[in-house]
């Protein structure tokens, strides 16, 4: 759901290329400490959770016009590991032809990365008792943290005041200098745009939380009923890779 | 979805960029991609989107088809054009140019150039293990998309589509992508076992012995080094 979807040449080097070099060391890191056989095994279902985060991705949800990325969901079924390389290389191909610059394949892998690593890691500790609340708390988590992210990422290049709900209005007004006059007109811009969004019978920052609220909701309930499903037909599956057995 | 229709342009055009080697398109995109990303001036930048719409006409790739593709990184660039226009138009202007060029740009290369070949050009410096995670994304992404549809389709027959009974939906949704998921799991167990009878030891041999640079394969480079001298160089209209 945290996907960047930033065209090539609006974020500085700054951010993206610290980004890439970020993402290829942990990409080495990963595999210099994985299991040959292990990854043998493993590969041609990697593959196919690859393909589905990419479907998941590629496709807006009708509902609400975010898009799901079934990014815990992968952690959980092939393992953080393996899964930060899949993120890796969806959003490769994502960005070939236009979703997210290619540019910000760095940034968008170490956002999605840590929602997986969240994610996951969350699922180790909180499935093995209660795998409902496990996977809930996971997603919900795992997307917030990745989201936050984002806002952090969009907010360094563009200014936070711009990517953070805020009241108008609410400066001190007797100290308006020539910055200020440029935030405040800024500020009133960003309100115009956001004042667009249109969710149901809301509109505003109203729309834009409850669209993001309906998002993660979605990616968790979606999640979950795979993760349930599975833990039913293949329970030895999540047993390897999380060293526990559903009950 | 259009990887199917990107893959059919690139597998089927028979232009002397379809012809060119991978290497060769790589770094007329690579040098393309910098100038857009290095330029800030609204004229040269349209000269690169120029030269590009040039070269997807020398492709003989049916812009009007996949054009469409290089407008979604221009609208998701709207809002930073909207931020950037508070100070000159012009800025806003040039940060769509920017997202519509850099997009115009991945997207010749890859309907000039099979995946299979690209992924070949990755295997020279990415690790073996990502360029099979590529290359068995790619090969299941076409499989999951057609057994989505056969389920689709048999959902619809069995009435398991329901409107309006959201929760139904959602339950005969997700055990859609359950099956499906345990389909392409056993799936994947049969390919690891045909893999490892054909001697599967980590690594799938894809590296492609480069052919003989041709007088497309320079051309291609110089007009890629040309535009991007003529992007850093001073000069005015």
């Not at chain 2, 099956?179 to 392409?184: G, K, V």
Request: hydrophobic share 55%; proline share 4%; charged share 15%.
């Amino acid at each position: 759901m945290s996907h960047i979807h930033i065209p090539d040449g609006i974020l500085p080097f700054y951010l993206w290329v610290p980004a890439y070099l970020i993402t290829f060391f942990i990409i080495f890191l990963v595999i210099k400490r994985m299991d040959k056989e292990q990854v043998k095994r493993v590969l041609p279902f990697t593959g196919i959770a690859a393909a589905l985060m990419l479907i998941a991705m590629s496709v807006p949800l009708v509902i609400v016009p975010v898009h799901l990325s079934l990014a815990v969901l992968t952690g959980i079924l092939i393992g953080p590991k393996m899964a930060f390389l899949v993120v890796f290389v969806v959003s490769v191909i994502l960005a070939t032809f236009g979703h997210g610059g290619i540019t910000i394949v760095g940034i968008n892998t170490l956002v999605i990365g840590s929602e997986v690593l969240v994610g996951s890691t969350l699922f180790r500790f909180l499935g093995k008792k209660h795998l409902t609340t496990g996977v809930i708390i996971s997603v919900v988590v795992a997307v917030l943290v990745s989201m936050t992210m984002t806002i952090g990422i969009i907010g360094g290049a563009v200014g936070f005041e711009e990517v953070l709900p805020h009241t108008p209005h609410s400066h001190d007004e007797n100290n308006v200098g020539n910055h200020n006059q440029e935030t405040h007109q800024e500020r009133e811009h960003i309100d115009e745009v956001v004042e667009q969004v249109n969710y149901l019978v809301f509109s505003g920052w109203m729309a834009v939380i409850l669209i993001l609220v309906v998002g993660i909701a979605l990616e968790a309930v979606i999640s979950l009923l795979i993760v349930r499903f599975f833990s039913k037909v293949k329970p030895d599956l999540l047993d390897t890779i999380h060293g526990f057995v559903q009950s | 979805m259009h990887l199917a229709e990107i893959d059919h342009y690139a597998l089927n055009g028979s232009s002397m960029i379809h012809k060119a080697q991978t290497a060769s398109k790589a770094v007329l995109a690579v040098l393309l991609l910098s100038s857009i990303i290095i330029s800030q001036d609204i004229y040269r930048l349209l000269g690169v989107v120029l030269v590009l719409l040039g070269l997807f006409l020398v492709a003989r790739i049916p812009i009007w088809h996949i054009g469409h593709l290089a407008l979604y990184p221009a609208f998701f660039s709207i809002f930073f054009a909207i931020l950037t226009a508070q100070q000159s138009w012009v800025n806003g202007l040039v940060i769509m140019t920017k997202a519509v060029g850099a997009a115009l740009t991945m997207l010749l290369l890859i309907t000039t150039t099979p995946y299979v070949d690209l992924f070949a050009l990755f295997s020279l410096f990415m690790p073996s293990l990502l360029v099979d995670i590529f290359l068995m994304t790619y090969r299941s992404f076409f499989i999951l998309l057609d057994k989505i549809s056969q389920l689709i389709r048999s959902i619809r027959i069995k009435g398991g589509y329901t409107p309006w009974q959201v929760i139904k939906n959602f339950r005969t949704i997700s055990a859609m992508l359950g099956t499906l998921i345990i389909q392409s799991f056993e799936m994947s167990e049969r390919m690891y076992r045909i893999y490892e009878l054909r001697g599967y030891n980590g690594k799938i041999p894809i590296r492609k012995e480069p052919g003989n640079l041709t007088k497309i394969d320079f051309t291609m480079m110089a007009l890629g080094l040309i535009v991007l001298i003529g992007v850093v160089l001073p000069w005015e209209i």
